[in-house]
């Protein structure tokens, strides 16, 4: 194509028209600008300084000049919910929902809003019933994931299984915990035993295939295979327990003193006693724990007598000293009412009144602690009951932590 050279007027008339353009905007903004109340950008001012109770102050002042800012709106809710203020959150977004002029997508934000109140609040009736109302609108993978939250919370565990569900149906997101969920099902089923045995094995299977698909952590291997050790016991079935609990020692060894106990009464139970506390010694001697450590010496106590058993406690305290370990001891001589021989820790001492001086101190770490909020317990928990985050117990007590 030729060029021809009446086209170079086209170049300044495009370059006017742009500056047109570019003036129209900015006097625009200027004047929009200036019919901004003062006390937005007082408001703003307060923000950035972390002056939020003053902030709030100026943009009610705002609001109550121009009730037609949504933006605001929405802002002030925030801020309210933020500072625990939730009646007052709640009114500002209901106080939107009743625009009948709102567009909808802003109502779709304000009903979103409200419902987070609501779960602030602790209304879960009205805050699912918020979160459904806004499932088929963009924001529904938010509205799942709290519905998640609320049906946990409810232990409702059906309801929170089938919202994973329907997660997992609009994006491929993980859900670490959809494991314990079947599991709490699985619980509730052997509870009821032997109306629901049937359904807590589809249950347990269930748990497996969500274990699966997330990589299995080892709470949830630990978990499965400890309620299937339950099953088992339901079913009259020795062999199977047995068989739950020592695959708790290859595939999440670090559980191992949370089945100790019951493990060694399986093997007892099959007359394998001695080779139950072989497998529990050899167990100790690659991993220790404190609760491990006090199966082990009662065991041995039983089947060796107490001086085979305070050999193996010397050698203990001595590789890890530990005032817990050596309340346990006490305690297990003291419930066989016998004093200190010569084969005790100290000939002819009383280990009354020593174990009353150790108990005294070892009681504040006879406990499990979340790593998540500290919550500290002495039975161990699978969902910290202090911030509900689960898997953030070890099974380690306080004692061996620090």
Sequence with gaps: MDFEPWWLIFVPV??????????????????????????YF??????????????????IEVAKLDPETTELH??????????????????????????????????????????????????FDRAEMGFEAVLPTRHALDALRALIRIHESEHNWPRAIEAVQQLHARVQEPVPQLAHYHCEQACVFLEAHPALIDEADRALDAA?????????????????????????VAQGDLEGQRASLSAVL??????????????????????????????????????????????VFRALRTQQGPARAWVFAREVLRAHPSLLGLDRLLEVELAQGESATSDGLVPGADLGLLRSLIHKHSQRLDRYACSQCGFEARRFYWQCPGCNVWETYRPRRLEELQ
Aim: glycine share 8%; net charge negative.
């Design 250 to 295: 290859d595939r999440a060894p670090e559980f191992a003193g949370l089945i100790a106990q019951p493990l060694l009464e399986c093997f007892t139970a099959l007359g394998r006693a001695q080779e139950g506390l072989e497998l529990l010694l050899l167990q100790y001697r690659a991993q220790p724990t404190l609760d491990l450590f006090n199966v």
């Design 208 to 232: 497996e295939n969500a274990a699966r698909q997330t990589g299995g952590s080892p709470a949830s291997v630990a978990r499965i295979h400890m309620l299937r050790a339950e099953w088992a």
């Design 74 to 123: 929405f802002a002030l809710g925030s801020l309210f919910r933020r500072r625990g203020e939730i009646e007052r959150a709640i009114r500002v977004h209901q106080s939107l929902l009743s625009r009948e002029d709102l567009p909808l997508g802003e109502r779709e934000n304000a009903q979103l809003e409200l419902a987070r109140d609501f779960l602030k609040a602790g209304m």
């Design 42 to 59: 007082k408001g703003l001012n307060f923000l950035l300084n972390e002056q939020p109770d003053r902030a709030i102050d100026a943009f």
């Design 14 to 39: 495009l370059f006017g028209l742009g500056w047109l353009a570019a003036r129209f905007d900015f006097r625009q903004m200027l004047s929009e600008t200036r019919n901004l109340p003062d006390s």
